[in-house]
């Protein structure tokens, strides 16, 4: 977490130098606000569900329903959360990382966030708007057993890299 820091820090202050350069720090101020006021609510929601999402998820439930323990089980609700989950990456990492720090199986995680990055429902109805029916659709049915897949891949692929 730190290293991501330090090179978000970095690449912030390139950016911060080239539009200083430029005269524009005013308007990147201002278009920055502008984001924060977008973003700020998702993230404060997304924040406390991940804090009550911690304190909920007992270590009992997670071996039950959501460790390598749990078989199939575990990747088939990972699957169906990041379908429903809404916000994107902007509330479904946070939720990953919570997942992670309660023990929530890798093949699991892995699932959840390819589910989240190729499933969302939310955004099929941009989709459609966008690209037109057909094509959401054909895209949503090609990627529908890419999380399960991307799962079971992992649980194959963790041992390998921690012997």
Do not use: N
């Amino acid at each position: 977490m730190k290293g991501a820091l330090i090179v978000m820090a970095a690449f912030l202050a390139v950016l911060v130098s080239v539009v200083a350069w430029r005269g524009q720090l005013a308007e990147a101020a201002r278009a920055s606000w502008a984001q924060a006021g977008q973003f700020g609510p998702v993230l404060v929601l997304a924040m406390l569900v991940v804090g009550c999402s911690e304190v909920l998820l007992s270590r009992a439930l997670v071996e039950r329903w959501l460790s390598d323990a749990s078989g199939f089980r575990g990747i088939a609700i990972a699957w169906g959360a990041g379908v429903i989950t809404p916000g994107g990456s902007l509330v479904g990492l946070p939720i990953t990382a919570a997942l992670g720090r309660v023990g929530v199986a890798p093949a699991v995680l892995v699932t959840y966030m390819t589910s989240l990055v190729t499933l969302t429902v939310i955004r099929l109805p941009m989709e459609v708007s966008l690209v037109g029916g057909r094509l959401a659709m054909l895209r949503f049915v090609a990627c529908l057993l890419l999380p399960p897949l991307a799962g079971l891949l992992t649980r194959v692929l963790v041992p390998l890299l921690h012997p």
